[in-house]
């Protein structure tokens, strides 16, 4: 059964980069039918996506976060990892980590999801 | 990249069914058949539910079904029961290799 488990710190100072990492168990991130994304919920407040990988490295991000994501992938680790540069009390949410089949809006498989809250 | 558009509240009674709508644009919804449902119960993660458009994943109930129509997507849901009552999320491929997000409903079991 695959897993998703997103790690990071809960907390981020407002003006520094939010930093996660997504780790899956169960399968391997290099399967070329799939993507892997980014994913996050402000409390109270309905689900943005945030950018997915490609196991070979390309990205994709929403047009809207995009000077401020970096994501990234690991294939020896078996992890992505989501860096939000710049971050202000708007940018804290739920983040989720989530798999997604190639060219398609399925996103199959979902990380239980981590609190990250930007306050000083 | 604004979000898709749901009603923040439906409701029904048990028994009844409700339709959920979720409007995009033609650079979305309508210019492909890929938008998918999802559940949210509070402090879980979301659940596929429907897929390209008015599929169902192994396991999700046949009560659950989606059709689309230009550029607005509908997740209807009959015979409603008491566990149905949580967020409902549509999401659609939007070119690109990009995805938009619906704002979610509320659904109220009655």
């Given amino acids: ?120 | 990249q604004s979000a898709l558009t749901q009603p923040a509240s439906v409701s029904g009674s048990p028994g009844q069914s409700i339709t959920i709508s979720c409007t995009g644009t033609s650079s979305d919804i309508g210019g492909y058949n890929l938008v998918s449902w999802y559940l949210q119960h509070p402090g879980k993660a979301p659940k596929l539910m429907i897929y390209e458009g008015s599929k169902r994943p192994s396991g999700v109930s046949n009560r659950f079904s989606g059709s689309k129509s230009g550029n607005t997507a509908s997740l209807t849901i009959s015979g409603l029961q008491a566990e149905d009552e949580a967020h409902y999320y549509c999401c659609s491929y939007a070119g690109s290799t990009t995805f938009k997000f619906g704002g979610g409903t509320k659904l109220t079991v009655l």
């Fill in chain 1, 1 to 120: 059964q695959l897993q998703l488990q997103e790690s990071g710190p809960g907390l981020v100072k407002p003006s520094e980069t939010l930093s996660l990492t997504c780790t899956v168990s169960g399968g391997s991130i290099s399967s070329s039918s799939y993507y892997w994304g980014w994913i996050r919920q402000p409390p109270g407040k309905g689900l943005e996506w945030i950018g997915s990988i490609y196991y070979s490295g390309s990205t994709y991000h929403n047009p809207s976060l995009k000077s401020r994501v970096t994501i990234s992938v690991d294939t020896s680790k078996n992890q992505f990892s989501l860096k939000l540069s710049s971050v202000t009390a708007a940018d804290t949410a739920v983040y989720y980590c989530a798999r997604t089949v190639v060219v398609t809006a399925i996103y199959d498989y979902w990380g239980q999801g981590t609190l990250v809250t930007v306050s000083s």
